[in-house]
Structures are given as C-alpha cells and as structure tokens.
C-alpha cells in the first residue's frame, strides 16, 4: 500500500507533535529527579539525616514512573506510526467475507461477553468472494469492534450485518454506544484523532487505508446517545 511524498510529509508533520508532549515531560522529570537526588545526597551528608534522604528517593522514584510510562507512549507512537506507513503490498487470495465475519465473530464473542456486549448477527447465507487480504481485513473488522466495545463502556449491543448489494460485499458494523458528536464526525479518520486518553488515533485511518487499498469504501453513520454504525464496501470478484 503505498504513500505519497506529500501525505508522508504531512504524516512525519503529524508524528512530530504527537511526540512533542511525552519527550518534553521526560525532559522536565528527568531535571526533577537529578534536583531531588541532589538534594537527598546533601541531606545524608548533612545533619538532616537519613528522613530527608529518604523522601526525596521516594519523590524521585516516583517521577521515574512517570518516565517510564511516557518512554512507553513514545514506544507506542512510533510503533503505531510505522504500522500505518507499513508498505507491504496486500497479499491477495479468493476470500470468502461471509466465513471470515463467522471467523471474527467466533474470535470475538468471549471479550464481548465480558464487556456486557451481546452480539446479534444478520448474515448473508451464501458466499461471499472478494479479492482481499485475509490478515488485513480481519485487522479493520477487529479495530471496529473495538472500537464499538468501547463506546458502549457499560455494555449494549453489537449489530453485524452482512449482505450482497449488486457486484458488492457489504459489512456492516453497529454499535448502540455513545455515538458521535457531528462536529466530531468529520475527523475520525484523521491520523492521530482520538477522543480516548490512550487511545493513538490510527485505528480508523489504518482500517480505511486497508479497505481502499483494496479497492472498496468505508462509511460512517453515527446519532449521538443512539450509536454509530460502520459500513464496508468491497467488490466482488469477477466470476
Ligand atoms: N463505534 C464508535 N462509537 C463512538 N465513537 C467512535 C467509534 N469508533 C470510533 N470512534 C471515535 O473515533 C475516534 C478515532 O477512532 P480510532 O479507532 O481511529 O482511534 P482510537 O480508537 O481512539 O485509538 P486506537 O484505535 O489507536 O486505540 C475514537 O477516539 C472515537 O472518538
Ligand atoms: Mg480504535
């Protein structure tokens, strides 16, 4: 899948900033941490004693974790931004869509169940053969689910529907979660949009890139307090 200069310029613009945050709080904790260490070593070579000392290590140690975690979000970025320029070109093999939504379905029921999320299916009861990439395509349905798994945090409902429109596989993936506010709507599929703490903002950009990649469209319908559904188009191979 390929990326252009220009996209790619905008992209590393994009990664840049998303780095900013974590590097400059490791640089401001990383100057606390030698302050307080500083100032233990004075105090256990002064009067102050060994209670003074001790303080400032546990102060100390606690900014460590902090550098820790954000080494790991740096991790995480960068990990998350190679993925998306990931170049590998698609493998393509006759899939069927309907076995592989039953495969993601089976895959997926037991976290679902855990979250309270009940799934209900609707699907095409016959095949389904797209030119596609299996790996690529279970990767976008799973970030869906997700992501509906996680708009919906104290439980709902997870419609999967399936269906054949004219020479189109059509998947549909809807949620009765928290929705999404119209303003937001524009931005979901822009790298690095993200609306959760820990959330990268890939997830969405990954899954459309995926799917134009393989030559289909990826919708969105989403009424917020109500929920939000999904839509994938992708054409049906040639007999
Ligand atoms: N089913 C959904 N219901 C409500 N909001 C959604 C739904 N799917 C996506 N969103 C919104 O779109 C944003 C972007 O989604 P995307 O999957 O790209 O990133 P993310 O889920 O925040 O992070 P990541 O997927 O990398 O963990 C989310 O943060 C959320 O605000
Ligand atoms: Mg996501």
Redesign the pocket.
Known sequence: MKIGVEELGRLTGELAHEIKNPLSSIKINLKLVREELEAAKSAQAGQAGRGQSGLGFTRALRKIAVIEKETVRLEQILE?FLRYIDRTELQLVDVDISLLMSDMIDFYSPLAGSHSVIIRQQLYDKSLICKADEGMLKQVIL??F???Q???SDGGELLIRTAREKREAVIQ?S?T????APD?LP???DVY????L??????????RKIVEAHKGRIS?D?EPGK??S?TIKLPIRKP
């Open positions: 998350g970030n869906l997700i992501n509906a996680q708009a919906m993936i949620d979660g928290s929705g999404i937001k931005k979901i599929f949009y993200s609306s959760r820990q959330g990268s903002g890939l997830g969405l950009p990954t899954a969105v989403s929920g939000t999904f």
